[in-house]
């Protein structure tokens, strides 16, 4: 369905942290895109020259500089008191954007009842076909969310406009009032499953979410955190959990905390009888004080619960989604 195409009712949000050269390769590729736009960069307090870089190279981009470091999670959230635009839009600041992404995401929200629209991220690493790095986000039968295509060569498996259960916050355009009427980002999360969260709020409240094929980002995977990194260990393990204790049906999120437990109580029987963790994702040690942490942490969480949706809206969502890479339009 062709929708509208707000000229100028868009901000694009760059959130940034000592990656100067990689972001201004991003703001490059929004210089070249086929409608007006508004660029807001937060700046998470980095020391490399990033505001002095942008403000020379780009001086019509407005920069958020924040007094310390706040996550992608916690600069979006900053980020949207700033937002009056009908839209706002987020990409990586390690991510290049087709000159098209912002006019062809824009053209799916002629249906009102749209909140988000996720685009077709590829890798940047060269070889021989384009390979997926997301194509929407999916709710995996564990209650994860995980990329949906990850690794996929990019060969017509994924041309066509679908419903996804959930947006990657590498490269999407959304409603700002949808945004804010579910809470907006959560910035506790630091990094890692903001995006599936609000997701999962958008969903409850009734809202869809498309990816569109035609959007196209080049991003470069893992260059804010690398997947063998304890924060990135820490972060997923620990959001994932949350996520859960947020929006599933708690006995499935119960008997995933149990699973949890479990496996990390298996690890720490590898690790004293003299093996050590392959990578932090395994250690034992790390998975223990994090789940600690989540702990504390479920009865807010359970709190919270009660403004988002009911007990029938999360069974609803949840079967309808769990397992489930995507719908077609009709469904």
């Not at 609803?316 to 989604?321: E, G, K, L, T």
């Amino acid at each position: 369905m062709a929708g509208p195409q707000p000229d100028g009712e868009v901000t694009v949000i760059v959130v940034t942290w000592e990656g100067k050269d990689l972001a201004l390769e991003a703001l490059a590729s929004l210089e070249r895109q086929t409608i007006r736009h508004r660029v807001l960069v937060v700046d998470n307090a980095s020391t490399d020259g990033t505001r002095e870089a942008v403000a020379a190279r780009f001086p019509l981009a407005k920069v958020l500089r924040l007094n310390a470091n706040r996550g992608f999670a916690g600069g979006v959230a900053a980020a949207l008191a700033e937002i009056d635009t009908r839209f706002l839009a987020l990409l990586n600041n390690d991510a290049v954007a087709d000159p098209a992404w912002l006019e062809e995401s824009l053209a799916l929200f002629g249906d009102p009842a749209v909140a988000a629209v996720t685009a077709k991220i590829l890798l940047s690493q060269a070889t021989p076909h384009p390979v997926i790095n997301n194509a929407g986000v999916v709710l995996l039968h564990s209650g994860y969310g995980a990329d949906r295509g990850l690794g996929d060569v990019d060969m017509g498996r994924y041309a066509e406009v679908a419903n996804v259960f959930g947006f990657s916050g590498g490269a999407a355009v959304l409603r700002t009032l949808a945004v804010k009427a579910v809470g907006g980002f959560r910035d506790d999360y630091f990094m890692y499953y903001e995006d599936t969260e609000l997701s999962w709020r958008l969903r409850l409240a009734g809202w869809q979410i498309r990816y569109c094929p035609r959007a196209v980002v080049t991003h470069i995977h893992g260059a804010s955190a690398g997947p063998g990194s304890p924060m990135f260990a820490t972060r997923t393990e620990g959001n994932r959990l949350r996520m859960l204790w947020s929006h599933a049906p708690v006995t499935f999120a119960a008997a995933a905390t149990a699973r949890f437990a479990v496996t990390t109580a298996s690890l720490t029987v590898q690790r004293l009888s003299g093996r050590p963790p392959v990578s932090p994702v395994l250690d034992s040690r790390l998975r223990w004080r994090l789940l600690g942490s989540v702990l504390t942490e479920i009865p807010r969480l359970l709190i919270d619960r009660w403004g988002s949706g009911t007990r029938r809206d999360r069974q609803r969502v949840f079967r309808h989604w769990r397992g489930v890479p995507a719908r077609t339009l009709e469904s």
